[in-house]
């Protein structure tokens, strides 16, 4: 027999409350007999109990059978047989990794897996799914007992957040599509409710935790040679802390700070003059809950060059910038765009042309065409000046705006979420746009050819974009699960992972995916090598508070599932409704009797 809403039967504990109205005393009433004698014997044996004489009359027992069978029946009993076609489904994502008494949560969760797998008939079988990346099978055909326990010791949980996921409509769709006769997801969050077919098991309990949320490295500007780096930390507990801050590069600790942050808040902290190394950590000195997001990854840029690849039908006007120091400029008619090379760079130009979509690497846009996916273009506008800019930012630094004057411009309309830095009483000049941690940038007036001195004011907006794009060029890791742009792939290449496993890559590969663990990826093609960091990118998996809740109620279950379990909950409903019925009918009849006696006692007294 098993109880689908067990919380119920802690309703039991209070049965013996019933017993309270029974050992109170009535209270003492005033009246005069002739004669005390015949209350001696009586009066000492009451006042030898205070709480008065204990006497259970038969309705006692009829009210505690009542009460009783009422809370068996909200425990929603059911008698069980062994299923013999289940699915588990594991919680995989990365607040899985947090400690539990020395265990991690998803340790616990395949121990509860284990055991509900023993709970099988001797031919039962199982299927094991997994929620990270996205709720998917493992393996294309079910496993006995022995196997399933196999592929248990077998899994690991992932670097990855929570997919978006309605698990009550997944899970019940699963179930009746499969036909399995029970669906078990295991998982850290709390679950409410419980279905004859879909279960909730959790996992794990509420902790405080620090974390390092964000992370880069970049170089100042163009001119200076020396980097960068800022990080940010996370307090997710109940009280302030001073976290002390790390920065590693090459096993050795090159810096180090200490910030107090809040509880719930964030706080962050910068390094300067770093010596150059393929890459950096940032780490926190914290022995919390989830060691996993105690320290994050970034990569260097591969330079202090940016090399451009400028998309336009006015060479000669791009090819000016390849006389600003650290530039190195390849021109392209936009014709050529799709049938380029274009790996390796760490800013594209588009003037006066824009691809069919937006390109993987940092893009600045110059009076794009109609067709642009960011923004729209508006009436020409002649002879204009700025009105408002950002400040402080990179792209407005040390320009002297009185004398920054735009011959030709078209105001810009937004399309997508972003940032105005410029603008006209008309409407934005300067755009900027940030996915998946790749900066764009739109302009409505055109700043080439570069004439250094000869428009100081806009040669300096030239410099400040270009380096505007440095930060951003190779510096800002991916958050796990994001893919590694490969250009095109040859044979002989490999990608190394973070847990140091060599995958070789297929002849014409563009994207490498698999990238479930935070750390660095190592692309080797012969004698290079190419670097590439992957961090936690689900702040809330850090955040071991109050994880969201599951709703699992209301799962249909299938008709194998009506063949394991037999709810007899309902017919102690009515059981416990005929005993009502009874209760009303036998004890509303003595206390009409003591009503009618009462008023003769009281005359004759």
């Not at 031919?123 to 196999?150: F, H």
């Not at 990855?160 to 006769?181: I, M």
Request: hydrophobic content about 40%; proline content about 7%.
């Amino acid at each position: 027999m098993e109880f689908l809403n067990p919380t119920a039967l802690f309703g039991l504990l209070a049965l013996p409350l019933l017993l309270i109205p029974y050992l109170l005393r009535r209270k003492p009433r005033r009246v005069l007999f002739s004669s005390l004698l015949l209350f001696m014997t009586g009066s000492e044996q009451m006042s030898s109990r205070p709480w008065g004489r204990l006497h259970l009359p038969p309705i006692f027992f009829l009210q505690l059978l009542l009460l009783a069978l009422l809370i068996l029946a909200l425990s929603e009993p059911v008698f069980s047989v062994r299923p013999t076609s289940i699915a588990i489904v594991l919680d995989n994502s990365a607040s899985m990794q947090s400690l539990e008494n020395g265990k991690t949560r998803f340790a616990l969760a395949k121990e509860r897996a284990s055991a509900v797998i023993g709970e099988l008939s001797a031919a039962g079988q199982v299927d094991l799914y997994v929620t990270a990346p996205r709720l998917e099978k493992l393996g294309a055909t079910p496993l006995s007992a022995a196997d399933a326990n196999g592929a248990l010791r077998s899994l690991d949980a992932f670097d990855l957040g929570d997919p978006p996921a309605d698990y009550n409509t997944a899970l019940s769709r699963l179930a009746s599509e499969r036909k399995y006769e029970r669906v078990y997801l295991i998982t850290d969050h709390p679950t409410s409710g419980q279905g004859s077919t879909v279960r909730g098991v959790s996992v794990g309990a509420v902790q405080a935790n620090q974390a390092v949320t964000a992370f880069e490295v970049h170089r100042s500007s163009l001119a200076n040679a020396r980097l960068e780096a800022s990080a940010q930390v996370a307090n997710y507990s109940n009280k302030d802390e001073k976290i002390r801050i790390f920065l590693k590069a090459d096993g050795k600790t090159l810096a180090e700070r200490e910030v107090a942050v809040g509880t719930g808040k964030t706080a962050s902290a910068t390094f300067e003059g770093l010596p150059e190394y393929p890459y950096y950590i940032a780490e926190i000195d914290a022995r919390d809950a989830l060691p996993l997001d105690n320290r994050r990854y970034a990569v260097a840029p591969l330079s202090r060059e940016l090399k451009v690849l400028a998309i336009t039908p006015r060479p000669q006007a791009a090819a000016s910038l390849r006389s600003i120091p650290g530039v190195t400029v390849d021109v392209i008619a936009p014709t050529d765009y799709e049938k380029s090379e274009r790996a390796g760079y760490g800013l594209e130009i588009f003037q006066f042309a824009s691809p069919n979509r937006l390109p993987r690497s940092p893009a600045l846009f110059i009076l794009p065409p109609e067709n642009s996916p960011l923004v729209q273009l508006g009436a020409p506008l002649t002879d204009t000046n700025l009105t408002s800019w950002r400040e402080p930012h990179v792209l407005t630094r040390y320009i002297n705006f009185s004398l920054f004057q735009l011959p030709y411009a078209r105001p810009l309309t937004a399309q997508v979420p972003g940032e105005i830095v410029m603008e006209t009483g008309k409407g934005a000049l300067v755009f900027a746009h940030e996915r998946q941690g790749v900066r764009y940038l739109v302009l409505g007036f055109d700043p080439l050819p570069y004439l250094g001195r000869g428009n100081l004011p806009m040669s300096i907006f030239t410099l400040n974009l270009l380096d505007w794009f440095l930060e951003n060029s190779g510096a800002q890791s991916q958050a796990t699960g994001e893919p590694i742009p490969l250009g095109t792939s040859r044979g002989d290449d490999v990608i190394v992972t973070p847990r140091a496993q060599k995958i070789p890559l297929t002849s014409g590969q563009n994207y490498f995916s698999g990238t479930y663990f935070q750390g660095i990826y190592q692309l080797s093609r012969g004698r290079d090598r190419q670097i590439f960091s992957r961090n936690l990118g689900d702040a809330a998996e850090s955040d071991l508070r109050s994880p969201a809740p599951i709703e699992i109620q209301g799962s249909a279950s299938n008709g194998a599932g009506a063949s394991v379990l037999f709810s007899f909950w309902p017919y102690l409903m009515l059981a416990s409704l005929a005993l009502l019925i009874i209760e009303w009918f036998v004890n509303p009849r003595r206390r009409t009797v003591a009503l009618r006696r009462k008023p003769a006692r009281m005359a004759w007294r």
